[in-house]
């Protein structure tokens, strides 16, 4: 007999009974000749994600398994490992979502300065450029806990909030002073060299940060619980709000500085707020 030749016919019957219902451990040892021991085994090692396990040696094959190929059955089988990853649901009832509005001419030096804050050694850097006062003032230390506990703890914390961001681009028309008539807006070009209008594609760069004190998952509580205290959820928000000025905004307004106009759009359990930086150069 061929290498995995049992394995195809038992593919075949449980295609079949997934069709047209159930079976008997018997009837799966009179199609491919396995022992009782050897056939439940399999059933229960390798069948485990399609099979259900109906009691007194019958069994039901759970119809997604007519969507499994014959070559994914027989890999699945012989690494002994799951075809269906499991997965556990959960909710937040609350996120900090945080929308930045950049000309795309800085891209390069915006991703850069972006990146720099996913490694651990510029995240740390950056702490210590914040300073111990203004780091502790922001998350303090707990009894006893020494500076190092203190930075791995706040390395960890920040990392669970700030995973990555995404980046789209939009194509806009923007006033670049304050309202005037065509003659005045060819002489305010002529002198200061600044066009009035000026077209212009920008990119909206979004972090967005579920606050971990507002999740709720099914497989703690089995139904969803949306009754989180709303003070320890603004007070972790708060936390988010202030690491994420203090890491991203910060940052990101040196390498733009001289641009006309930044907007950041913040909507979070502490309100939705739109943050400007208007140059004011002459």
């Known amino acids: ?21 159930g079976f008997s451990l018997a009837e799966l040892v009179g ?39 014959k070559e994914h059955f027989l890999r699945h089988c012989s690494q002994v490992r799951r075809m269906f990853t499991d997965y556990v649901e959960s909710q937040y009832s609350a996120i900090s979502l945080f929308e930045f509005l950049l000309p795309m001419s800085r891209e390069t030096q915006l991703r850069a300065t972006l990146d720099d804050l996913f490694y651990a050694d510029t995240l740390n850097q950056r702490f210590d450029e914040l300073g111990a006062v203004r780091v502790e003032a922001i998350l303090p230390r707990e ?15 920040v990392s669970s909030w700030f995973g990555g961001y995404s980046i789209s681009l939009v194509n806009g028309r923007f006033r670049a002073a304050s309202l005037r008539t065509r003659k005045d807006a060819v002489q305010h070009h002529i002198e200061t060299d600044r066009p009035y209008l000026i077209d212009e594609t920008t990119a909206s760069v979004r ?11 099914k497989e703690d509580v089995g139904t969803f619980d949306l009754s ?36 950041l759009l913040e909507d979070s359990p502490l309100g939705r707020v739109l943050h400007t930086w208007e140059y004011q150069g002459g």
């Open 1 to 21: 007999m061929k290498k995995h030749e049992r394995q195809e016919v038992a593919y075949e019957f449980l295609r079949s009974r997934g069709a047209n219902g």
């Open 31 to 69: 199609a491919t000749g396995w022992t009782n021991s050897t056939a439940e085994t399999h059933i229960r090692k390798h069948y485990g994600d399609w099979v259900v396990i109906l009691g007194d040696g019958q069994f039901k094959v759970l119809p997604e398994f007519l969507r499994i190929t």
């Open 143 to 157: 009894h006893k806990e020494t500076q190092t506990a203190h930075r791995n703890r706040l390395v960890s914390l």
């Open 207 to 217: 972090f967005i940060v579920p606050i971990p004190a507002s999740r709720t998952s």
């Open 228 to 263: 989180q205290s709303s003070g320890a959820v603004a007070a972790e928000a708060k936390r988010v709000r202030e690491f994420f000025f203090a890491l991203f905004v910060e940052a990101v307004i040196r390498i733009v500085n001289g641009e006309d106009v930044i907007w």
